[in-house]
């Protein structure tokens, strides 16, 4: 299961399953979950697994590019081929050869309507609000203390923000920001935002 997405439904609430490829409904019925295979819906993805899965309706998804992609996101109709959407930041300006989709690893959340969704990065204290076409909208950067421009190469020095995936309610959106280090144990704070990209709550 892609463990960033559940997605409620009237019924239950919708999952990806990563070995058969398919967005599938379970179903909540007694105190007991039901999958419903019958009308999981297939798609055609070469990476395995599939990361940061979004699905647009019951036929379209967007997701990550994968270790081979050149695209950050791709989307992708269960009838047709995948289609790159945009590419990687260029923000880390050092040397650091790692691979973009763990470079610039993130969690992400559609708006209740599904025409935009939300980033936030875990190793750079920054979002950005696309569209599902992959246009972006904004482009932020959260200069709250403490704050860090450039990555660390070693991963034990190199400060975490973003590591859990976002929520909303339609209005906001609620993110949990560590501003800590593996070795750390700093108190975290929950940063509450808008569509607009306007912080109103950081706690």
């Known amino acids: 299961m892609e463990r960033r997405l559940f997605l409620p439904t009237e019924k239950g609430f919708k999952i990806f399953s990563q070995p058969d490829r398919k ?26 697994p599939a990361n940061g899965v979004l699905p647009l309706n019951d036929t379209s998804i967007i997701y990550w590019g994968g270790m081979d992609s050149d695209a950050e996101y791709l989307s992708l109709d269960s009838h047709s081929t995948p289609k790159e959407l945009t590419s990687y930041p260029d ?40 569209n599902t076409d992959g246009h972006i909208i904004k482009d932020v950067i959260v200069k709250a203390p403490p704050y860090e421009e450039a990555i660390k190469e070693d991963m034990q020095d190199r400060v975490i923000y973003y590591h859990i995936p976002p929520r909303t309610n339609g209005k906001y959106i609620y993110v949990m920001c560590k501003n800590s280090t593996r070795a750390e144990n700093r108190i975290q704070e929950l940063q509450v935002w808008n569509w607009g990209r306007r912080c109103h709550i950081c706690i």
Not at 95 to 105: A, G
């Open 91 to 130: 923000w880390d300006k050092t040397n650091n050869q790692e691979e973009p989709i763990f470079k610039y690893v993130k969690n992400s959340v559609l708006n209740n309507d599904h025409t935009r969704f939300i980033s936030f990065y875990g190793y750079f204290k920054r979002f950005r609000i696309l």
């Open 23 to 48: 967005l599938k409904e379970v179903w909540i019925q007694d105190s007991t979950l039901w999958i419903d295979n019958e009308h999981a819906v297939e798609f055609d993805i070469d990476e395995i």
